[in-house]
């Protein structure tokens, strides 16, 4: 410290953060936002929500996305303070342990792995819808060779995918909101008689199942959440993180509200709660009620697009978070290797390779082993929201310290909103066993937590003492 003043850290002080290019702009990182908040959890998983809950499904989404919400708030002041690529891992390093950034780190890679074995699996399924004479197989594995294919070329394509993908999804549930309300308004088309807001309540009331039904839809809730965090792997290659990111946060809560709540609700308006199956989209439902041509055939187009965001996504983040384990040691040096185009390349094929697995079970899952994995994905992500909660935590204590300067961009109420955070991620933790399908991921949970022990031990002679990210929070010391 000079002067008396406090000095800002290098971007370049940690892991990397001169091997990438910065080659997102503020409508990628807007979109990618919204892409990893849109996915199979709606269009799909929502149907088996409302059969759980009813109604009352809206409350869950509504409480689960202010939780989501401060989640996002906590990271964006980690992300103002440091926008380093691998985020996660960086600050759960240098403000809760070694092991935490390990552990971390490893459990974000392998969520984004059973995500995008079973969104390829998708894939392989929606395509039957047109062409029912090809393996399933086949086109899961020509959309994974594509979508790492375009992931090897330049992050700016992959901004540009995204954008797309996440485009369709947007117009598909916009037009269906405002079809929908047109339709409950003026009463229009096949389901003008029936269609009401009075649907909500009129068959069996809000909470049809009672007060237990929006707790146990919390599980699919929250997997429907998983991949919003992507933004803190994402602002390491942002161009101008100190703008892009805070307007991207701000609107997470405005996305879930009419993305979510605003969609479900017309959804549930427009045909009862209990005339909807849980094996069918809603979004299909629906459109086949209103007559429009061709409809199972549009959202089948929209969701197998969302399947492929979502795997997008996960060959993204997965080489970048391999490329910082590698950097601090705790993984194959191999794996640190930058191509020209100024892209993790070890990473992002090691990852494919684990990836094509589920090309290869495709012949064998039955049909719960969607649920299965989706429990487990979503346990890793209740354990990394957690983990980011919980460095912000600290981090504000430094802050509190004085030891780091305070940022223009908090996190409203901590840190009784941290502990509010983290009370709500144990509980459904806790909630996962009270279902068969969601079991499983408990029994994994332990198996995983070995098999991180043994690695970290196993690799912690070859991790990086005094990581750079460390090294900044001594920067900030008094002298």
């Not at 070329?153 to 797309?164: K, M, R």
């Not at 308004?185 to 269609?195: E, N, Q, R, V």
Request: proline share 5%; charged share 10%; glycine share 10%.
């Amino acid at each position: 410290m000079a002067g008396g003043t406090i000095e800002q850290p290098q971007q370049n002080d940690e892991v990397g953060a001169e091997d990438f290019h910065r080659g997102l702009k503020e409508r990628h990182i807007q979109m990618i936002a919204i892409g990893g908040a849109i996915g199979v959890g709606l269009f799909l998983g929502s149907a088996t929500a409302i059969q759980k809950a009813g109604p009352s499904l809206l409350f869950s989404y509504a409480v689960a996305g202010v939780v989501i919400f401060l989640i996002m708030r906590a990271l964006g002041e980690l992300l103002m303070y440091r926008p380093v690529s691998g985020a996660f891992a960086t600050y759960a390093e240098e403000f809760v342990g070694a092991w935490a950034g390990f552990v971390t780190a490893w459990t974000y890679w392998l969520m984004w792995v059973v995500i995008a074995m079973a969104e390829i699996t998708a894939v392989g399924i929606y395509t039957e819808y047109w062409w029912p004479s090809v393996p399933q197989w086949i086109p899961a594995l020509v959309a994974l060779i594509v979508l790492f294919s375009v992931n090897l070329i330049a992050v700016g394509l992959f901004g540009e995918f995204e954008f797309w993908f996440a485009l369709i999804k947007v117009v598909t549930i916009v037009l269906m909101i405002v079809v929908g309300l047109a339709i409950i308004i003026f009463g229009f088309t096949a389901l003008g008689d029936s269609a009401s807001f009075s649907n909500l309540w009129s068959h069996g009331g809000f909470f049809p199942k009672g007060f237990k039904g929006p707790f146990l839809a919390l599980q699919i809730v929250m997997f429907a959440f998983l991949g919003v965090e992507l933004l803190g792997v994402t602002a390491g290659e942002a161009q101008n993180p100190q703008k892009t990111i805070p307007s991207a946060i701000n609107k997470v809560i405005y996305r879930i509200l009419l993305f979510y709540v605003g969609a479900l609700t017309v959804i549930m308006a427009l045909v009862p709660w209990d005339e909807l199956n849980a094996k069918t989209s809603p979004f299909v439902l629906v459109f086949d009620k209103v007559g429009i041509p061709a409809a199972a055939g549009i959202v089948n187009f929209v969701v197998l697009t969302a399947a492929l965001s979502s795997c997008n996504s996960g060959i993204f983040s997965t080489g970048r978070m391999l490329y910082t384990l590698a950097g601090y040691g705790q993984a194959p040096a191999a794996l640190r290797k930058v191509s020209r185009q100024k892209v993790p390349a070890a990473g992002m094929t090691a990852s494919f390779a684990v990836m094509l697995i589920g090309v290869v079970v495709n012949y064998f899952i039955p049909d719960r082993a969607f649920a299965y994995i989706t429990s487990i994905a979503t346990v890793c992500g209740l354990f990394v929201w957690a983990m980011i909660a919980f460095a912000h935590l600290r981090y504000r204590r430094y802050v509190n310290e004085g030891r780091l300067p305070v940022s223009t961009y908090r996190l409203p109420g901590s840190p009784a909103t941290n502990w509010v955070v983290l009370g709500f991620l144990l509980l459904v933790l806790v909630l996962l066993a009270f279902s068969k399908d969601t079991r499983i991921a408990l029994y994994v949970t332990p198996l995983w937590i070995v098999v991180m022990a043994v690695g970290y031990y196993a690799s912690r002679s070859h991790h990086r003492p005094g990581a750079p990210a460390l090294a900044a929070v001594g920067t900030y010391a008094h002298n």
